[in-house]
């Protein structure tokens, strides 16, 4: 292989890891699933990986490929790279960089990379004249361990919304973890407790939609970290406990074109743009076939159910939060926007970002007309109400959500050939093994009464 020179950008990036001592670089990317996979490496073999890339083996990575053609190489995108702070000088100081997969065999991106997936709707969207940009809610629970390490589901704290320490014990915590978030460069916007004991959300700057899922991945991470230091466990699954609120990743949505926002118009009611209104079209329309790319876990359906503020209804509203979008109000044009408020934090976030622009982008090319908005509250209509309103529902549980997607064409070419089928065999697997299995519920309820 013929090595290249590496780019102004990359020597920049050469010459921090000398400044910093950098002792191992994380080579990190995701498989389908949303995993956080990394190879580690020698600083010194950073320009290597900037030059030539770094082999691995594809066939090992969940959704990836087939033994016979599992040859891949990690080309590292200089603009991703930080230092991790919880590695010492002590211990080896580490950098990260994100990277995207190559294919060795046509050297172009591999197009079961979720990262590729995203670019690719992210230059549809600029063909058109479009940039997204997306603001992410993250929530997550922080738990015991017991003595033997193991996580367990006894909360760290006794706080709930917004409460302060004592209650709040894990304050602490989150300031550790804004210290950690924004010494790689994190704009931390707020943080703090959420309504169930234990529950936390960290919110981060919007950004560009690559940055943004670059970022979610990242923030992941870095949460888990800070809280294993602790002797802690935290966690982004959906619905950890039951009977109380599950975690969420609301996301706001903008599109912005030559750099002013496309979904503003002072004129309108809401101070939405026709092209907001369309791009809101796209989103409902293809909102059960989203479901299963952003709520992709059996789990994810125990949070989506009436009762504790998850939206299951598909409509949008400016004043309640029943609704799967809402109109958040806005101070400035550039701030105008929509919040998508289903996803949860278990998704893999370059997939989930890239559905959600290729439904409101297609909304937008077919000139889809919006509802009006609901502006009551939909958990209090009855069935024959939100049939008088043409209100749906998002899928059930994982089987109907898969369903939705195998029959959604926009979103399964939004994701490729290969992710869709890769994506959908993986769900249908979950959810089968799901359904066979005999719960603890089931054996409190029926083995002495039958």
């Known amino acids: 292989m013929t090595t290249n020179e590496p780019t102004p950008t990359e020597s920049t990036v050469l010459e921090q890891i000398a400044e910093e001592d950098i002792d191992f670089l994380r080579l990190q990317f ?12 020698p600083a010194r073999q950073a320009e290597k990986a900037f030059t030539e890339g770094i082999y691995f083996d594809g066939s090992s990575i969940e959704g990836f490929v087939r033994i016979q053609e599992s040859d891949m190489r990690l080309r590292p995108d200089p603009d991703t790279f930080a230092v991790l702070p919880w590695r010492t000088s002590e211990s080896g100081k580490a950098g990260r960089l994100i990277c995207d997969v190559i294919n060795t065999t046509t050297g172009e991106p591999f197009v079961g990379d979720p990262r590729t997936v995203l670019q690719q709707v992210i230059d549809r969207a600029a063909d058109l004249g479009y940039t997204l940009n997306a603001g992410p809610e993250p929530e997550f629970f922080v ?3 017991d003595e033997e390490g193991r996580a367990t589901t006894k909360t760290h704290d006794t706080g709930g919304y917004f409460d302060l320490a004592p209650k709040d014990l894990a304050s602490d915590l989150r300031r550790q973890i804004i210290y950690n978030l924004e010494s790689m460069d994190f704009e931390v916007e707020a943080s703090h407790h959420e309504v169930a004991e234990g529950q936390h959300e960290i919110d981060f700057k919007y ?34 406990i039951a009977h109380i609120n599950g975690s969420g990743m609301h996301t706001h949505l903008s599109l912005f074109e030559e750099g002013e926002n496309a979904f503003y118009d002072g004129d309108d009611q809401f101070n939405l743009s026709e092209e907001a209104y369309s791009f809101l079209a796209g989103i409902l329309e293809h909102a059960q076939a989203i479901t299963a790319v952003c709520n992709p876990t059996v789990n994810s359906y125990k949070r989506l159910v009436p009762g504790y503020e998850a939206p299951i209804y598909v409509a949008w509203s400016d004043v309640n939060r029943s609704a799967l979008v809402r109109k958040p109000a806005a101070r ?6 929509i919040e998508l408020r ?13 559905v959600m622009l290729a439904a409101g982008l297609d909304g937008m090319e077919r000139g889809l007309a919006c509802p009006d908005p609901v502006r009551e509250n939909i958990y209090d ?20 959500a898969v ?6 064409e926009v979103v399964q070419e939004a994701l490729g050939p290969h992710v869709s089928e890769k994506f959908i065999d993986a769900k249908r697997h979950e959810y089968t093994e799901y ?4 719960s603890d519920w089931e054996l409190d309820r029926y083995l002495e009464t039958y």
């Not at 995701?30 to 490496?41: F, R």
């Open 332 to 337: 400035v044009p550039a701030a105008s926007r």
């Open 143 to 145: 738990f015991q361990k």
């Open 381 to 400: 209509f009855t069935e024959e109400t939100r049939e008088e309103y043409g209100i749906d529902t998002l899928p059930a549980n994982l089987g109907e």
């Open 30 to 41: 995701t498989d389908i699933l949303g995993v956080v996979k990394n190879v580690s490496i």
């Open 403 to 408: 369903d939705a997607l195998e029959a959604d």
């Open 207 to 240: 950004d560009d939609a690559l940055t943004t899922a670059d970022n979610i991945a990242t923030f992941r991470g870095v949460v888990r970290a800070t809280a294993e230091l602790e002797d802690l466990h935290a966690t982004f699954m959906p619905k950890p």
């Open 342 to 354: 289903s996803p949860d934090p278990s998704c893999n976030p370059y997939l989930a970002l890239a």
């Open 435 to 438: 359904i066979a299995e005999v």
